[in-house]
């Protein structure tokens, strides 16, 4: 057997995090058993030093965050193609993987920064929970740049497994363990039925690389067709598409919500992703009728996520519905698969990561004495008594709606003008109806927020890392609205052609 | 290409067909008298004193558990070691840091206290 050349420097932004992970779960066993040596520790100074350890394993993970990305971002910047794999390639590390790994790096470091005082709020500060947040991170690192059906899995349940063990992160919440459980059993059958569509994959064209599927596809046939139609929708469910939806709202409201900010952004990044290539890679001529079923899903998503929220009592499983509904604003983008529509899709995952942190990050700033004040009615006269606060959540609910002067709407702006250049009229039209019904329950917020009284007095204050991260999402936000294609401090980048460079892995 | 498999199916229905068919022929045919002592739960000819639903302490599941990653562990050995000579030091790397890992873990769970019984 030939040792293979193998080029490590392609593999840093995995290595950072992995490594990362050890390292944080190693750090915290030693650090606590510094500080919990002898009998007698009374509670208050183990909830400190608790605290204190929470701070050092965050600031660890966000340096192998940051410094994955780093890595990410030069490989960009070089225009690094690489493959890897005994024999035939697994993994594909080009412009797209590693735009998407600096996306989901900069997801998970946000993240990471949501928890540093969320976590000690809710009493959860257990120091697994950055390790697990670090290796799901590895696993979408490992999905974005997967070329082959086995890796996909591989990157797939990496991605899935930390991430039940962190919905049900507040053990003693009934909740969490329930969005636990239902995340895990929905997420085995989802991964049975992805199993069972690459077996029949396979079967049918003999291969497990995508590009080697779509030599083997050439010929369709009813097996093929299946298969591919199982996939997609073991996909679909990640990425929580109408009708493979129904674990989202459950989850999202009972996870805690650092897990829910994360899963949302990185999940729907990484799926999403994975799903464009392999499409693009290994159906290049199925156009039409995988179309019309990736239309159906967007519609189907846009619908019922937009209608469902309306109802919604509370905020976290409002933003579950609106994350049905951004996932099936992506498909439209799929079902017209064109080159500018790539394009479009990796633009709004970009923005679209800066508008779910910021309102994740607005429900974190008010949670304390143990638990989220998540219904509609705690925000009720925010305005009030945290004007910052009340205004930036309405920059984040606006730039979800999609009205101008926020990146939302440019983000949906170039996916409309990209599926009407592809003729997905019909999904076009259904986008924007559906997007003016989503106004109601974005501006029900503000509503109660400026209109109403204050009825909670918590005192809480938002924490400096909080800060942080909102700043940033709402200067995003706002920067984006204007410069998504200009560049005004002559940094020589521009998003949109950023994204354009990725989405042009085919080529 | 299908049709080879054909022998299977159709062995397959025979089973289905017979063991289902020899369950109704019991149920329907069979005589059925039941009375107190027949229905009574029979363990060796003595009275069940407790419940047989009982629970199981979770360290047996932790065990089993952690079992499962050495099991694991050592199938991906095995490989390795059989083919130790044709490797050489790139196989031997990799196992290195195929172990780290599990290293990690291993102490991980040991200070953690998860294998104190």
């Known amino acids: 057997m030939e040792a293979e050349a193998f080029d490590v420097a392609a593999l840093a932004p995995l290595g950072f995090v992995a490594i990362g992970a050890l390292v944080t779960l190693m750090l915290e066993v030693v650090l606590s058993r510094r500080a919990f040596v002898g009998e007698g520790v009374d509670p208050e100074t183990r909830l400190v030093a608790r605290a204190r350890i929470g701070i050092v394993l965050a600031f660890a993970s966000s340096a192998a965050i940051v410094l994955a990305m780093y890595a990410a971002i030069y490989q960009f910047e070089l225009g690094f193609e690489t493959a890897f794999g005994p024999g035939r390639p697994m993994l594909q590390l080009d412009a797209l993987s590693t735009f998407a790994t600096a996306l989901i790096g900069l997801g998970a470091l946000l993240s990471v920064w949501l928890s540093i005082t969320y976590l000690p709020a809710l009493r959860i500060n257990h120091g697994e929970y950055y390790a697990l947040l670090l290796l799901s991170t590895a696993g979408m690192f490992v999905l974005v740049s997967a070329v082959d059906l086995i890796s996909l899995y591989l990157g797939l349940e990496l991605t899935s497994l930390p991430i039940y063990a962190l919905a049900g992160f507040n053990r003693r919440r009934l909740r969490s363990n329930e969005a636990a459980l239902k995340y895990f059993l929905m997420g085995a059958v989802a991964s049975a039925v992805l199993l069972y569509g690459m077996a029949l994959l396979y079967g049918a064209t003999g291969h497990t690389d995508f590009t080697g599927i779509s030599q083997g596809f050439a010929g369709g046939g009813g097996l093929a067709l299946s298969g591919l ?32 900010a994360f899963m949302a952004v990185t999940v729907k990044t990484a799926g ?21 079923l990736l239309g159906v899903l967007a519609g189907l998503s846009m619908l019922i996520g937009n209608l469902m929220a309306v109802v919604q009592d509370n905020v976290k499983r409002m933003l579950a519905y609106s994350a049905v509904a951004h996932a099936g604003y992506l498909m439209v983008g799929f079902a017209a698969g064109t080159p500018e529509a790539w394009t479009a899709v990796l633009f709004y995952l970009f923005v679209y990561l800066f508008m779910t942190v910021g309102v994740f990050c607005v429900v974190i700033a008010l ?3 143990g638990r989220e004040w998540d219904s509609i009615e705690d925000f009720a006269g925010l305005a009030s008594q945290r004007p910052a606060l009340a205004a930036v959540m309405t920059l984040f609910l606006l730039s979800l709606a999609g009205i101008p002067g926020t990146a939302g709407f440019m983000a ?29 329950y974005y501006l029900r917020l503000p509503v109660v927020m400026y209109m109403q009284k204050r009825r909670q007095d918590p005192d809480a204050e938002t924490s400096s890392s909080e800060i942080v991260v909102l700043a940033l999402c709402a200067a995003a936000i706002l920067y984006f609205a204007f410069f998504a294609q200009a560049d005004p401090f002559g940094t020589g980048v521009r998003a949109l052609d950023v994204a354009g460079r990725a989405a042009d892995f085919l080529h | 290409m299908l049709s080879e498999y054909l022998g299977v199916l159709l062995m397959l229905g025979i089973a289905v067909a017979l063991t289902v068919g020899m369950l109704l022929v019991h149920v329907y045919l069979g005589p059925k008298r039941s009375f107190d002592k027949k229905l009574a739960p029979f363990e060796c000819g003595e009275e069940p004193i407790v419940s047989p639903r009982q629970r199981h302490a979770v360290k047996f599941y932790l065990v089993a558990i952690l079992f499962v990653v050495f099991d694991v562990e050592a199938v991906f050995f095995y490989p390795w070691g059989a ?11 990799t196992i290195a840091i195929f172990s780290v890992p599990l290293v990690v873990g291993l102490v991980y769970e040991w200070s953690k206290g998860a294998l104190e019984w």
């Open chain 1, 272 to 292: 999403f992703v994975v799903l464009m290539r392999f499409l693009v890679l290994a159906l290049p001529e199925m156009g039409e009728k995988v179309s019309v």
């Open chain 2, 83 to 93: 083919t130790f000579l044709e490797t050489g030091l790139p196989g031997l790397t």
């Open chain 1, 412 to 440: 949906k702006f170039y996916l409309v003008v990209a599926a009407v250049d592809a003729g997905q009229i019909a999904l076009v039209l259904i986008l924007v109806g559906t997007s003016m019904v989503s106004f109601f």
């Open chain 1, 229 to 260: 139609a199982l996939v997609i929708a073991g996909l679909a469910f990640k990425v929580s598409v109408v009708p493979f939806h129904q674990w989202t709202p459950d989850v999202y409201e009972g996870a805690p919500t650092s897990v829910t």
């Open chain 1, 367 to 369: 949670a304390q004495g």
